[in-house]
C-alpha cells in the first residue's frame, strides 16, 4: 500500500509584511506582527528595515485569506483582513501607521478588510467609451501643467464620480499601479500576461489624467468607472517588477494627431475591441509577446497598436529625467553624487544602507549602499544604478523629504477634500524645491508640455 505525504503535495506561497510610517519614510523597527488563518497563528518582529522575514504559507488556488495584525509602541494598532497568499508568489502586505498622537479620533485598532480579487466576483457593467473621441485636455485651474510625463502622485476618488461625499487619496502613482493590477489579475500568470495587462492599467490611467477626465480629482477608485483600487491591497513581487519596469509605458494611440495615451479598456473575459484578462494568460501560455497580445485584442478594431515611453517623470512638481547611462563602478558626475545625496539620506532611516562620501565617484562604497537599497526594495542586487534602481531611490528620497517637511507622517491613502479648490494648497504642498547643491544639468524644462 502506498502512503501519500499529503503536506509535500500542498501548495504555498510566501508572505512578508512590510510596516512604516510616510510612505515608506520610516520603517517600524521592532513592531509585532501576528499573522492568523487556515490553522495558522505567526508571531514575528520587523526589523531595521521594518520588514518580517518572508514566511511560507498553505495557499490554495487562486488565493488563501489571512488575517494580519500589527501593534508598535506608540503606534495605533491595525488589523488587516483578507490578506491574499498567492501559490508559488511572493506577498508583500505592506502597512502603514499612524502614531497615536497624531489621530484626530481615538481608535483602540484600526481595522481594514482586502475586498476579494476582482476576477472572483462578477463582471459589472460598464460605460461603454469611444477611446478614438478625440479629447482636448483641459487644465484644472488647481492642477500643474499637462503632460506626458509620470506623476509623482495621483488623486484617487473613493466613489462614483458625481459623489461629493467620498473621500480623495493621494496615492504614489508606482503604488497605485501596483495595486490595481493585484486586485485585477493574478501575479501567477505568465510574465507577458502581466506586461500586457499592467500597460493596459497604466495607459488607460494615464489617459484619465492627460484628458483630465474629471474634476477635483485624477481618477475613481471603482470598476465600474476606471479601475478597482483598494489601498490595503497585498501586492506581489512577480507583479511589482513588472510595474518598476514599464510604469513610464503606455499604449500609443492609433492616431498619430493625438498625443493621448489609449484608453485601453480590459474585461475579465474577451469582448470585441476589449482586452480579455484570461484570454492574455492564454495567449502568453501559447508563446504570444506582450505587443502582440496587445494587438490581438485592439487591432481588429483599432490600428496601429504600438507602445510609447515617457521622457520623465515628475517629483515635487518638477520634471526629472533619469541618468543617461545606468550607473555602476567607475562612474563619476553629477548623476553619481544626485545618488549619493540620496543614499545619505535614505540611510539615516534604514541604517543597513551605509553613509557615504558625496565625492561623485561610483566606488566600492557606493555598490555596497546600491546593493543594501536594492536588497531591502527587493531589487535585483546588482550594485548598479539602472532605471529601475533610480526611481526607487529617487522616490523614496523625496517621501523622506516630505515626511521631514510636514513634521509629521501623511498617509499614502491620506483623506483629501472632495473638492481641491477649497484648500488647493493640499493637493500640492509636496512641491518642494530640490536641493541647493543638485542642478539639471540636461536642461529639463520647468513645465512638461511635450506636445
Known amino acids: 500500500m502506498i502512503h501519500?505525504?499529503?503536506?509535500?503535495?500542498?501548495?504555498?506561497?510566501?508572505?512578508?509584511?512590510?510596516?512604516?510610517?510616510?510612505?515608506?519614510?520610516?520603517?517600524?523597527?521592532?513592531?509585532?506582527?501576528?499573522?492568523?488563518?487556515?490553522?495558522?497563528?505567526?508571531?514575528?518582529?520587523?526589523?531595521?528595515?521594518?520588514?518580517?522575514?518572508?514566511?511560507?504559507?498553505?495557499?490554495?488556488?487562486?488565493?488563501?485569506?489571512?488575517t494580519v495584525n500589527v501593534s508598535a509602541s506608540g503606534y495605533t494598532s491595525i488589523k488587516i483582513n483578507g490578506v491574499q497568499v498567492v501559490p508559488n508568489s511572493t506577498g508583500i502586505q505592506e502597512i502603514?501607521?499612524?502614531p497615536t498622537g497624531q489621530r484626530w479620533d481615538y481608535r483602540p485598532i484600526e481595522e481594514h478588510t482586502i475586498p476579494p480579487h476582482q476576477l472572483d466576483l462578477p463582471e459589472p457593467e460598464k460605460p461603454i467609451e469611444n477611446p478614438l473621441t478625440k479629447?482636448?485636455?483641459?487644465?484644472?485651474?488647481?492642477?500643474?501643467?499637462?503632460?506626458?510625463?509620470?506623476?509623482?502622485?495621483?488623486?484617487?476618488?473613493?466613489?462614483?464620480?458625481k459623489d461629493r461625499s467620498a473621500p480623495n487619496y493621494r496615492v504614489k502613482f508606482t503604488d497605485y499601479i501596483t495595486k490595481v493590477a493585484c486586485g485585477e489579475i493574478y501575479s501567477s500568470w505568465?510574465?507577458?500576461?502581466?506586461?500586457?495587462?499592467?500597460?493596459?492599467?497604466?495607459?488607460?490611467?494615464?489617459?484619465?489624467?492627460?484628458?483630465?477626465?474629471?474634476?477635483?480629482?485624477?481618477?475613481?477608485?471603482?470598476?465600474?468607472?476606471?479601475?478597482?483600487?483598494?489601498?490595503?491591497?497585498?501586492?506581489?513581487?512577480?507583479?511589482?517588477?513588472?510595474?518598476?519596469?514599464?510604469?513610464?509605458?503606455?499604449?500609443?494611440?492609433?492616431?498619430?494627431?493625438?498625443?493621448?495615451?489609449?484608453?485601453?479598456?480590459?474585461?475579465?473575459?474577451?469582448?470585441?475591441?476589449?482586452?480579455?484578462?484570461?484570454?492574455?494568460?492564454?495567449?502568453?501560455?501559447?508563446?504570444?509577446?506582450?505587443?502582440?497580445?496587445?494587438?490581438?485584442?485592439?487591432?481588429?478594431c483599432y490600428k496601429p497598436i504600438a507602445t510609447a515611453t515617457s521622457p520623465g517623470v515628475i517629483f515635487q512638481g518638477r520634471p526629472t529625467p533619469p541618468p543617461e547611462t545606468v550607473l555602476q563602478e567607475g562612474a563619476t558626475g553629477s548623476d553619481v553624487r544626485e545618488i549619493q545625496v540620496y543614499l545619505n539620506e535614505i540611510s539615516k532611516k534604514y541604517s543597513e544602507i551605509p553613509s557615504l562620501e558625496v565625492d561623485g565617484t561610483y566606488g566600492k562604497e557606493t555598490k555596497q549602499a546600491v546593493e543594501s537599497f536594492q536588497k531591502i526594495f527587493i531589487v535585483p542586487q546588482t550594485g548598479a544604478t539602472d532605471f529601475r534602481t533610480w526611481y526607487k531611490i529617487t522616490n523614496l528620497y523625496y517621501s523622506i523629504l516630505q515626511y521631514r517637511?510636514?513634521?509629521?507622517?501623511?498617509?499614502?491613502?491620506?483623506?483629501?477634500?472632495?473638492?481641491?479648490?477649497?484648500?488647493?494648497?493640499?493637493?500640492?504642498?509636496?512641491?518642494?524645491?530640490?536641493p541647493y547643491h543638485l542642478n539639471n544639468h540636461r536642461n529639463i524644462p520647468n513645465y512638461y508640455n511635450y506636445f
Open 96 to 98: 502603514e501607521m499612524t
Open 190 to 300: 505568465h510574465k507577458e500576461a502581466l506586461t500586457a495587462n499592467i500597460l493596459c492599467i497604466t495607459s488607460f490611467t494615464l489617459n484619465r489624467l492627460y484628458t483630465q477626465e474629471y474634476q477635483g480629482f485624477d481618477i475613481t477608485s471603482k470598476i465600474q468607472f476606471d479601475h478597482k483600487f483598494d489601498p490595503n491591497q497585498t501586492v506581489y513581487g512577480e507583479i511589482v517588477e513588472v510595474v518598476d519596469t514599464i510604469f513610464n509605458q503606455y499604449v500609443k494611440h492609433p492616431d498619430p494627431e493625438l498625443k493621448q495615451p489609449f484608453l485601453t479598456e480590459y474585461r475579465a473575459y474577451e469582448r470585441r475591441c476589449t482586452l480579455g484578462q484570461y484570454k492574455s494568460q492564454e495567449l502568453a501560455r501559447a508563446g504570444y509577446k506582450h505587443l502582440d497580445i496587445l494587438k490581438y485584442f485592439y487591432e481588429p
Open 405 to 434: 517637511h510636514n513634521n509629521k507622517s501623511i498617509p499614502h491613502h491620506t483623506n483629501l477634500p472632495s473638492n481641491p479648490s477649497t484648500n488647493p494648497g493640499l493637493i500640492n504642498q509636496h512641491h518642494l524645491a530640490h
Open 135 to 161: 479629447q482636448e485636455p483641459q487644465r484644472r485651474p488647481d492642477g500643474p501643467a499637462i503632460g506626458l510625463l509620470i506623476p509623482e502622485y495621483i488623486i484617487v476618488h473613493d466613489g462614483a464620480p
Open 4 to 66: 501519500y505525504n499529503l503536506y509535500t503535495r500542498q501548495t504555498t506561497g510566501t508572505l512578508m509584511v512590510f510596516v512604516f510610517e510616510g510612505n515608506k519614510a520610516k520603517p517600524i523597527i521592532g513592531a509585532t506582527v501576528t499573522i492568523t488563518g487556515d490553522n495558522q497563528n505567526i508571531i514575528l518582529q520587523t526589523n531595521e528595515s521594518g520588514q518580517t522575514q518572508p514566511i511560507t504559507l498553505p495557499a490554495k488556488e487562486p488565493y488563501s485569506n489571512y
